[in-house]
């Protein structure tokens, strides 16, 4: 089996393969919600059912949020 050397990130510490899977799992999660989120904009243009857009943009903005301090957390990176 090869073996594979993460390459040094500026800030960053050198992960686990425990901690890369969970994030990869993570940012699979992320994407599912961004899917579905878009599907949610999909009734910007007056389709029924009409949604209330502004909720739809908080909402999406406090998930980022969210997914980004998850994958920090397992990151913990060594810098601001």
Avoid: C
């Amino acid at each position: 089996m090869e073996t594979f050397t993460q390459p040094k990130i500026t800030g960053y510490r050198q992960l686990t393969e425990a901690e890369v899977a969970l994030m990869n799992e993570g940012k699979a999660l992320a994407e599912q919600v961004g899917a579905y989120i878009d599907r949610l904009r999909s009734h910007a243009d007056g389709t029924p059912p009409l949604l209330d857009q502004r909720w739809i943009s908080i909402g999406a903005t406090q998930l980022q949020q969210g997914f980004m301090a998850v994958i920090r957390g397992i990151a913990q990176p060594t810098t601001f």
